[in-house]
Protein backbone atom coordinates (compact mmCIF):
# COMPACT_ATOMS: atom_id res chain seq x y z
CA UNK A 1 0.00 0.00 0.00
CA UNK A 2 1.24 3.28 -0.80
CA UNK A 3 1.66 6.20 1.64
CA UNK A 4 -0.68 9.15 1.29
CA UNK A 5 1.25 12.48 0.17
CA UNK A 6 2.03 14.80 2.73
CA UNK A 7 -0.37 18.18 2.83
CA UNK A 8 3.51 19.95 2.60
CA UNK A 9 4.98 18.27 -0.59
CA UNK A 10 5.47 20.23 -2.23
CA UNK A 11 5.71 23.36 -0.41
CA UNK A 12 9.03 24.19 -1.94
CA UNK A 13 7.94 24.66 -5.39
CA UNK A 14 5.24 27.24 -4.21
CA UNK A 15 7.41 29.59 -2.75
CA UNK A 16 8.52 32.62 -5.65
CA UNK A 17 12.52 32.15 -6.96
CA UNK A 18 12.93 35.95 -5.13
CA UNK A 19 11.29 39.15 -3.90
CA UNK A 20 11.77 40.45 -6.98
CA UNK A 21 8.96 38.29 -8.27
CA UNK A 22 6.10 39.41 -5.49
CA UNK A 23 4.93 42.21 -7.00
CA UNK A 24 1.61 42.11 -5.45
CA UNK A 25 -0.30 45.54 -4.16
CA UNK A 26 1.23 47.07 -1.45
CA UNK A 27 -2.55 49.42 -0.82
CA UNK A 28 -5.77 49.28 -1.32
CA UNK A 29 -8.14 46.27 -0.72
CA UNK A 30 -7.70 42.69 -2.12
CA UNK A 31 -10.31 40.02 -3.19
CA UNK A 32 -9.14 37.02 -3.49
CA UNK A 33 -10.62 34.39 -5.94
CA UNK A 34 -12.18 31.43 -5.05
CA UNK A 35 -9.64 28.93 -4.91
CA UNK A 36 -8.14 30.89 -1.94
CA UNK A 37 -11.32 32.89 -0.45
CA UNK A 38 -13.25 29.88 -0.33
CA UNK A 39 -14.13 30.24 3.48
CA UNK A 40 -14.36 33.14 5.51
CA UNK A 41 -13.10 36.53 4.30
CA UNK A 42 -12.40 37.19 0.79
CA UNK A 43 -11.82 40.86 0.89
CA UNK A 44 -8.49 42.29 2.48
CA UNK A 45 -8.02 45.79 3.28
CA UNK A 46 -3.95 46.23 3.10
CA UNK A 47 -3.51 48.93 5.65
CA UNK A 48 -5.31 46.55 7.91
CA UNK A 49 -2.39 44.80 9.56
CA UNK A 50 -4.18 42.32 11.45
CA UNK A 51 -6.15 41.60 7.66
CA UNK A 52 -3.04 42.22 5.87
CA UNK A 53 -1.56 39.17 7.60
CA UNK A 54 -4.88 37.37 7.29
CA UNK A 55 -4.07 37.34 3.64
CA UNK A 56 -0.70 37.16 3.33
CA UNK A 57 -1.18 33.43 5.38
CA UNK A 58 -4.32 32.20 3.20
CA UNK A 59 -1.96 32.71 0.09
CA UNK A 60 0.96 31.01 1.54
CA UNK A 61 -0.46 27.88 2.89
CA UNK A 62 -2.91 27.95 0.44
CA UNK A 63 -2.53 29.30 -2.71
CA UNK A 64 0.86 28.06 -5.68
CA UNK A 65 3.49 30.17 -6.92
CA UNK A 66 1.58 32.58 -9.49
CA UNK A 67 -0.74 33.44 -6.08
CA UNK A 68 2.42 34.46 -4.28
CA UNK A 69 3.53 36.43 -6.77
CA UNK A 70 0.03 38.26 -7.92
CA UNK A 71 -0.69 39.22 -4.34
CA UNK A 72 2.30 39.42 -1.84
CA UNK A 73 4.11 42.68 -1.93
CA UNK A 74 8.04 41.93 -1.29
CA UNK A 75 8.20 44.74 1.04
CA UNK A 76 5.04 44.08 3.08
CA UNK A 77 6.29 40.53 3.47
CA UNK A 78 9.99 41.43 4.48
CA UNK A 79 7.83 44.17 6.98
CA UNK A 80 5.19 41.46 8.20
CA UNK A 81 7.58 38.56 8.27
CA UNK A 82 8.59 38.25 11.83
CA UNK A 83 5.23 38.52 12.77
CA UNK A 84 3.64 36.34 10.31
CA UNK A 85 5.92 33.59 10.58
CA UNK A 86 4.91 32.81 13.70
CA UNK A 87 1.43 31.96 12.61
CA UNK A 88 2.66 29.16 9.62
CA UNK A 89 3.95 25.65 10.40
CA UNK A 90 7.06 25.27 10.32
CA UNK A 91 6.96 23.55 6.23
CA UNK A 92 5.94 26.85 4.98
CA UNK A 93 8.33 29.04 7.46
CA UNK A 94 11.40 26.86 6.03
CA UNK A 95 10.60 26.77 2.89
CA UNK A 96 9.71 30.71 2.40
CA UNK A 97 13.34 31.16 4.79
CA UNK A 98 15.23 28.88 2.63
CA UNK A 99 14.63 30.22 -0.83
CA UNK A 100 14.33 34.10 0.20
CA UNK A 101 17.37 35.43 2.05
CA UNK A 102 15.96 38.48 3.14
CA UNK A 103 12.93 36.72 5.27
CA UNK A 104 16.00 35.46 7.32
CA UNK A 105 15.09 33.23 10.99
CA UNK A 106 13.92 35.69 13.79
Known sequence: MSALPSRWDGV???????????????????????????????????????????LYRTVITGGGRGDAESYLNAELLVADWPTLRRGLGPSYRRAWEGKIAALGRE
Do not use: Y
Open 12 to 54: DQRVPDSLADLRGPATGMVALPVHLGWSGLTEFDLMNPLLRMS
